[in-house]
C-alpha cells in the first residue's frame, strides 16, 4: 500500500491502534497457568469489539485470532492447549482488517522469573527494531534496513533469522513489497518511496540463523534451538521519516 490520501492514513492509524491496543491488552493478561488458546480469545474480542477481523484468519484460513508461539516456536504458533509457563518466552503477533485496511504488529514477552540473558534479548529485540525503523524515509535505500540491524546484531553478539523476513501491508496482510531483509543482503537494490507501508520485524537470537517447520502446517521452530525474540511496526514512509501507525493509544 502507498498511502497517497489523508483518508487513508487515517484508516490506517485507525487498524495500527487497534492492534497495537489489542497486544497490549494481550501482554498484560499472560499469567502462568493460562493457555495459550485462552490469551488467544482475549485478543478475539477486544478486535472484533473495535470492528476489526483477525488477519491471519482472513487471509489465510489460520485456526486462531493471533499468532502465539512459546519458547522454541518463534513464528505462527497456533494458539490451543499449550500452558504458558513461568520462565516462557512468549511472542504475540497481532494483525487484523477493519474498513480494507491491514496493520500487523507483534512482540516478545518473558514471563517472570526471567533470566538475565533472556531480559537482555528481549530489550535488544526491541532496540533492533528501532534501529532498523531510523533508516525508513522516503527516497532511502530498502537495503539499509537490514544493514542497520544486521550491525547492531553483529556488535551486540546476537544472530538473525535470515529466513522469515519484513513485507509491505495495507491493502492485504502481505503485499509489495515483498521479502524486505532484516540483515544485510547485497542484492537488494530497491528505493522506499513516499508513502510506502511495510513492516520492520527483525528476528532476534542467541544462536539461531533459520526458522524451520514444526509438526503443523503452521508452526515455526528456531534452528538451531535458540531463544528468539521478534518486535514489529507498521511504518509508513515519510520525507521526515518512519511514522509509525502501531503505536497503542
Given at each position: ?200 520485524e527483525p528476528f532476534l537470537s542467541l544462536g539461531a540463523e533459520h526458522a524451520e517447520s514444526g509438526d503443523d502446517a503452521w508452526t515455526l521452530l528456531s534452528e538451531p534451538r535458540a531463544p528468539t525474540v521478534q518486535y514489529e511496526h507498521t511504518v509508513v514512509a515519510t520525507r521526515q521519516g518512519a511514522l509509525v ?5
Amino acid at each position: 500500500m502507498t498511502v497517497t490520501e489523508d483518508s487513508e492514513l487515517i484508516l490506517l492509524q485507525e487498524i495500527g491502534r487497534i492492534v497495537a491496543n489489542t497486544l497490549e491488552a494481550m501482554s498484560a493478561a499472560i499469567e502462568p497457568g493460562m493457555t495459550t488458546g485462552e490469551l488467544d480469545r482475549i485478543g478475539r474480542r477486544i478486535l472484533e469489539a473495535a470492528g476489526a477481523r483477525p488477519g491471519p484468519e482472513l487471509c489465510y484460513d489460520f485456526p486462531g485470532a493471533t499468532c502465539i508461539s512459546v519458547n522454541e516456536e518463534i513464528a505462527h504458533g497456533i494458539p490451543g492447549a499449550r500452558k504458558i509457563m513461568a520462565g516462557d518466552l512468549v511472542n504475540i503477533d497481532v494483525s487484523a482488517e477493519k474498513n480494507g485496511v491491514f496493520a500487523d504488529t507483534g512482540a516478545s514477552f518473558a514471563v517472570a522469573p526471567v533470566a538475565r540473558n533472556i531480559e537482555r534479548l528481549c530489550r535488544d529485540g526491541r532496540r533492533a527494531m528501532w534501529t532498523g525503523i531510523r533508516q525508513v524515509g522516503a527516497d532511502r535505500p530498502l537495503g539499509g534496513v537490514g544493514v542497520a540491524i544486521g550491525e547492531f546484531a553483529r556488535r551486540h553478539r546476537y544472530t538473525l533469522v535470515r529466513n522469515l523476513a519484513s513485507h509491505g501491508v495495507g491493502r492485504s496482510l502481505h503485499e509489495e513489497p515483498k521479502e524486505i531483509a532484516t540483515w544485510p543482503d547485497r542484492s537488494e537494490r530497491r528505493t522506499i518511496h513516499e508513502g510506502l507501508v511495510f513492516t520492520i520485524e527483525p528476528f532476534l537470537s542467541l544462536g539461531a540463523e533459520h526458522a524451520e517447520s514444526g509438526d503443523d502446517a503452521w508452526t515455526l521452530l528456531s534452528e538451531p534451538r535458540a531463544p528468539t525474540v521478534q518486535y514489529e511496526h507498521t511504518v509508513v514512509a515519510t520525507r521526515q521519516g518512519a511514522l509509525v501507525v502501531t503505536l497503542p493509544g
